[in-house]
């Protein structure tokens, strides 16, 4: 799965860096920045738990 970042809605909140922190990080444009290229089936709970933690809607998983 790829788990990507819309970033016209992101905010950079960072609560998804808190929820996810090895899957994501904010850059130096203080916007949210997926670090894997492919989540392994062991990190989908974690990006999920990052999605449900964006007040802006930003984060989503799509089958690659």
Same mark, same amino acid.
């Given at each position: 799965? #790829?788990?990507? @970042?819309?970033?016209?809605?992101?905010?950079?909140?960072?609560?998804? @860096?808190?929820?996810?922190?090895?899957?994501?990080?904010?850059?130096?444009?203080?916007?949210?920045?997926?670090? @894997?290229?492919?989540?392994?089936?062991?990190?989908?709970?974690?990006?999920?738990?990052?999605?449900?933690?964006?007040? #802006?809607?930003?984060?989503?998983?799509?089958?690659?």
């Amino acid at each position: 799965m #790829k788990f990507s @970042v819309d970033y016209d809605r992101c905010e950079g909140h960072s609560l998804c @860096v808190a929820a996810a922190p090895d899957l994501i990080e904010i850059g130096d444009d203080e916007l949210a920045h997926v670090v @894997v290229d492919e989540l392994a089936p062991a990190q989908h709970p974690a990006a999920e738990h990052a999605i449900r933690s964006c007040p #802006k809607q930003a984060l989503r998983l799509e089958n690659s």
